[in-house]
Each structure stands twice: as structure tokens, then as C-alpha cells.
């Protein structure tokens, strides 16, 4: 998968990349909401994981703004130009006009408290992990999203017969 990340503390970005590498994905991590718009403009993710509490724009206004389309304002830097490009070496260098609106979003978020996930979920997140991240249910939800984007890309008759 190519996987975007949004997330503010370094460590934390240090840790999923390597993760997702090891793991074979291809990840793009920015510091953020603003830096995930600007690289979903570049290339089709096939999913965020975001941090819910970032500077400049956290993860809620990062997803809603995916889930409306809404990239006014947004032109992706040099810095996130190079990351992309750094990850996903055919990823273009022209801003596509639009946000990927269903893309999935999962939250990563240290707020475990009840209503917490429902929260998350009514404000347009897919999917919830609380921090720290447990690797395993990481994986397992990755496997998700794969499966979602292989069933997708079957067709309605193939995938249900999977």
C-alpha cells in the first residue's frame, strides 16, 4: 500500500515509517494536516493515517477537508514535493485538482476515553487506533484497507464472490 502519514512528534513518524517499510508498504510522512493535503494532491494514497491533535491543522479539520474535497489554498511545497517523490518515485509532480473524498482515514489518537471512537467516526474517520500504536492491530487494519482497495478495484460481482 501507499500509505500517507500525518503525524507531529518526529519519533512517532520515525517509528510508523520504518514499520510500514518493513511491512512493504511505501509511506510518505508529513508533520501536518496542511503537509497531507498537500501530498494527497500529489499522488492517490491508499490511505491517511493521522495524528487528531497537530499544529497548524489537526487531523478532524485534515479529514473533513478530505471528506468536502476542499483544497482551496492548498500547493504542495517543495518539502512535501521531495518526500512524495522520495517514496514513490512515479508519483507526479503536476497537483492533480482534487482530494481523494473516500479515501480511508484512521485516526491515531491518545484519546481513549468512551465515546472517544464514535467521536472520531461521526467527524468522518473510517478507523481508530489509540496511541501508542500496538503493531499487530496496525497490521491487521492495514489488511483491511487492502482488502477494501483489492474489492474495489474488482468490480461488485468479483468482490463479493472473494
Known amino acids: 500500500l501507499d500509505i500517507l502519514v500525518a503525524e507531529d512528534d518526529p519519533v512517532g513518524r520515525f517509528a510508523l515509517r520504518l514499520f510500514l517499510q518493513r511491512a512493504g508498504h511505501r509511506a510518505v510522512c508529513v508533520e501536518t494536516g496542511c503537509q497531507a493535503l498537500e501530498a494527497l494532491l500529489l499522488h492517490p494514497f491508499d490511505c491517511l493515517l493521522t495524528d487528531i491533535q497537530m499544529p497548524i491543522m489537526d487531523g478532524v ?4 477537508r478530505i471528506r468536502q474535497g476542499d483544497s482551496a489554498g492548498i500547493t504542495p511545497s517543495q518539502e512535501v514535493l521531495a518526500a512524495v517523490r522520495e517514496a514513490i518515485p512515479e508519483a507526479g509532480q503536476t497537483p492533480r485538482a482534487f482530494l481523494p473524498q473516500d479515501m480511508p ?3 491515531l489518537t ?5 465515546g472517544d471512537r464514535e467521536y472520531f467516526l461521526r467527524m468522518g474517520m473510517d478507523m481508530y487506533l489509540t496511541k501508542p500504536i500496538m503493531m499487530d492491530e496496525l497490521y491487521l487494519l492495514l ?12 468490480g461488485p460481482t468479483e468482490a463479493h464472490r472473494n
Open 110 to 114: 491518545a484519546h481513549a476515553m468512551s
Open 143 to 154: 489488511n483491511q484497507v487492502g482488502k477494501g482497495r483489492r474489492a474495489s478495484a474488482l
Open 105 to 107: 482515514v484512521v485516526a
Open 61 to 64: 479539520e485534515t479529514t473533513r
